[in-house]
């Protein structure tokens, strides 16, 4: 779907009227008998109804004066309601007229309806039946800009790209498949792509990627994906890290719940995730300098296939003892962690679907979050969160929780106790870090078994709005 300028309020079917409660209708292309219909509907106090005719649809919605996370989270919500109902009455277009509201009002209503339009229909035989009718959101009002409509382009396409790479079975995305999509990308995008195959890994000794790729007949990638616009407002590089597991079957230590590995496709959704931001990010030109980092493979328990009891020499030379070969994710983040000091990085945010511990907790209406950073990144990181609705829930890094991985035999053991087992996660990521940092464990919100309005089962592409308000908002000094 895309969001398109409109010159003028063409004489479209179906129509979108995001209106003020006080403002003259008489600015719109409506007759005498529809505007004194609206305004009655208004002064009712009724903010969301339709104008049916046996031809034409006209919804009207209605803004406030105030912008915030809950105001826009609403604007989402009433797009998602309307292109559910233009799709059911099989609606190519639609034209969204707002002259009063502001920009990121309309935008944000838009934005709801193009999320919601999402589908992933590549496996399917009878896909062209199966598609949505609807496909142009064209746009027209005093505050509406062309910018603002395509860089809200490039952050659904992001989102898009993200779910896509969710969606897609360990059967086509294996980890060598997942760089050849990052290449497209970037190509697209603007961004370079660096791939480490499996001897490179092994030149550089990490330990963590080559350990869990011991059971797989697939190899190992290492992925460098960068964003460097010569006008950056940043000396040194903003640093992403996903984590890329592909599929995850737990290995030697196999999840034994039933159907727990139904859905381990996601696994790499922390790798969706950096991906998608950094492609928005580029392609919206955003003056600051990023690089990803996504280290990938599959978690299988074949072959010579690590097992619990193995000590493991990381990427950074410290040792880990394997306890239980399903807490995997943390080890190829590890390996990535060590690697993006050598960057000097101002900061570096991962995102990882990490922990069970994580979704249990807040389950999937948010990100649970932890780390060094310091307190105006934290809150700049919220109000990111906020904004875009891919809200946060900062958990304690107490010291205590770090006691949970000593090791009688190695530096560290890569399991801690089940209390705080997100929180004992994220302490044994930070063995590999020496720079501020955000943990992010997605492991709730990036595969939805259940659909939302604006998200669909599977992938959700959570992440790459939130990091692309985040990066926006530093670049063009908006705190």
Same mark, same amino acid.
């Given at each position: 779907?895309?969001?398109?300028?409109?010159?003028?309020?063409?004489?479209?079917?179906?129509?979108?009227?995001?209106?003020?409660?006080?403002?003259?209708?008489?600015?719109?292309?409506?007759?005498? /008998?529809?505007?004194?219909?609206?305004?009655?509907?208004?002064? /009712?106090?009724?903010?969301?109804?339709?104008?049916?005719?046996?031809?034409?649809?006209?919804?009207?919605?209605?803004?406030?004066?105030?912008?915030?996370?809950?105001?826009?989270?609403?604007?989402?919500?009433?797009?998602?309601?309307?292109?559910?109902?233009?799709?059911?009455?099989?609606?190519?277009?639609?034209?969204?007229?707002?002259?009063?509201?502001?920009?990121?009002?309309?935008?944000?209503?838009?934005?709801?309806?193009?999320?919601?339009?999402?589908?992933?229909?590549?496996?399917?035989?009878?896909?062209?039946?199966?598609?949505?009718?609807?496909?142009?959101?064209?746009?027209?009002?005093?505050?509406?800009?062309?910018?603002?409509?395509?860089?809200?382009?490039?952050?659904?396409?992001?989102?898009?790209?993200?779910?896509?790479?969710?969606?897609?079975?360990?059967?086509?995305?294996?980890?060598?498949?997942?760089?050849?999509?990052?290449?497209?990308?970037?190509?697209?995008?603007?961004?370079?792509?660096?791939?480490?195959?499996?001897?490179?890994?092994?030149?550089?000794?990490?330990?963590?990627?080559?350990?869990?790729?011991?059971?797989?007949?697939?190899?190992? $990638?290492?992925?460098?994906?960068?964003?460097?616009?010569?006008?950056?407002?940043?000396?040194?590089?903003?640093?992403?890290?996903?984590?890329?597991?592909?599929?995850? $079957?737990?290995?030697?230590?196999?999840?034994? $719940?039933?159907?727990?590995?139904?859905?381990?496709?996601?696994?790499?959704?922390? #790798?969706?995730?950096?991906?998608?931001?950094?492609?928005?990010?580029?392609?919206?030109?955003?003056?600051?300098?990023?690089?990803?980092?996504?280290?990938?493979?599959?978690?299988?328990?074949?072959?010579?296939?690590?097992?619990?009891?193995?000590?493991?020499?990381?990427?950074?030379? /410290?040792?880990?003892?394997?306890?239980?070969?399903?807490?995997?994710?943390?080890?190829?983040?590890?390996?990535?962690?060590?690697?993006?000091?050598?960057?000097?990085?101002?900061?570096?945010?991962?995102? #990882?679907?990490?922990?069970?511990?994580?979704?249990?907790?807040?389950?999937?209406?948010?990100?649970?979050?932890?780390?060094?950073?310091?307190?105006?990144? /934290?809150?700049?990181?919220?109000? #990111?969160?906020?904004?875009?609705?891919?809200?946060?829930?900062?958990?304690?890094?107490?010291?205590?929780?770090?006691?949970?991985?000593?090791?009688?035999?190695?530096?560290?053991?890569?399991?801690?106790?089940?209390?705080?087992?997100?929180?004992?996660?994220?302490?044994?990521?930070?063995?590999?870090?020496?720079?501020?940092?955000?943990?992010?464990?997605?492991?709730?919100?990036?595969?939805?078994?259940?659909?939302?309005?604006?998200?669909?089962?599977?992938?959700?592409?959570?992440?790459?709005?939130?990091?692309?308000?985040?990066?926006?908002?530093?670049?063009?000094?908006?705190?």
């Amino acid at each position: 779907m895309k969001l398109k300028f409109a010159k003028k309020a063409s004489s479209i079917s179906n129509v979108i009227l995001l209106i003020r409660k006080d403002e003259n209708l008489g600015t719109y292309p409506l007759t005498p /008998k529809q505007v004194k219909y609206i305004s009655t509907r208004i002064k /009712k106090g009724q903010d969301s109804f339709v104008l049916s005719d046996y031809d034409s649809n006209i919804y009207v919605e209605t803004c406030g004066i105030r912008s915030n996370g809950a105001v826009l989270e609403k604007m989402r919500l009433q797009g998602a309601s309307i292109c559910k109902a233009l799709n059911t009455i099989k609606a190519k277009e639609v034209i969204l007229l707002s002259n009063a509201c502001l920009e990121i009002h309309t935008l944000a209503l838009a934005e709801g309806m193009a999320l919601a339009n999402y589908q992933f229909l590549k496996y399917f035989a009878d896909a062209k039946k199966r598609r949505n009718s609807l496909k142009i959101i064209h746009l027209f009002g005093k505050n509406i800009t062309k910018k603002g409509i395509r860089e809200t382009n490039n952050i659904i396409e992001g989102n898009y790209l993200s779910r896509d790479l969710v969606n897609e079975p360990q059967s086509f995305l294996t980890a060598p498949q997942m760089s050849e999509e990052f290449k497209k990308m970037g190509a697209e995008a603007g961004f370079t792509v660096e791939v480490w195959e499996r001897k490179k890994i092994e030149a550089q000794k990490m330990g963590g990627i080559l350990a869990v790729n011991k059971g797989s007949v697939q190899p190992p $990638t290492f992925n460098i994906l960068e964003w460097k616009p010569e006008n950056a407002v940043n000396s040194k590089p903003y640093v992403l890290v996903g984590k890329g597991i592909v599929y995850d $079957t737990g290995g030697l230590s196999l999840k034994p $719940t039933a159907n727990s590995m139904d859905l381990m496709k996601c696994d790499m959704g922390g #790798a969706a995730a950096v991906s998608g931001a950094i492609y928005s990010i580029a392609k919206n030109k955003l003056p600051i300098h990023v690089v990803a980092l996504v280290p990938a493979t599959d978690n299988r328990p074949g072959g010579d296939a690590y097992a619990p009891g193995d000590v493991i020499t990381m990427y950074s030379g /410290k040792t880990v003892e394997v306890l239980n070969t399903d807490a995997e994710g943390r080890l190829v983040l590890a390996d990535a962690l060590h690697y993006a000091g050598k960057l000097n990085p101002e900061l570096v945010l991962d995102f #990882a679907t990490l922990t069970g511990s994580a979704m249990r907790a807040i389950g999937v209406h948010g990100t649970v979050c932890m780390g060094t950073a310091t307190a105006k990144t /934290k809150r700049q990181l919220k109000d #990111a969160g906020d904004n875009t609705f891919e809200r946060l829930v900062e958990f304690p890094f107490w010291d205590e929780y770090g006691e949970h991985l000593k090791s009688q035999i190695a530096d560290i053991k890569n399991l801690g106790k089940a209390e705080g087992g997100a929180i004992s996660a994220g302490k044994f990521l930070e063995h590999f870090i020496s720079y501020p940092w955000m943990h992010f464990d997605i492991a709730g919100p990036a595969f939805l078994t259940s659909p939302e309005p604006y998200k669909p089962y599977g992938g959700t592409g959570v992440g790459v709005r939130l990091l692309h308000e985040f990066f926006k908002n530093l670049s063009t000094g908006n705190e």
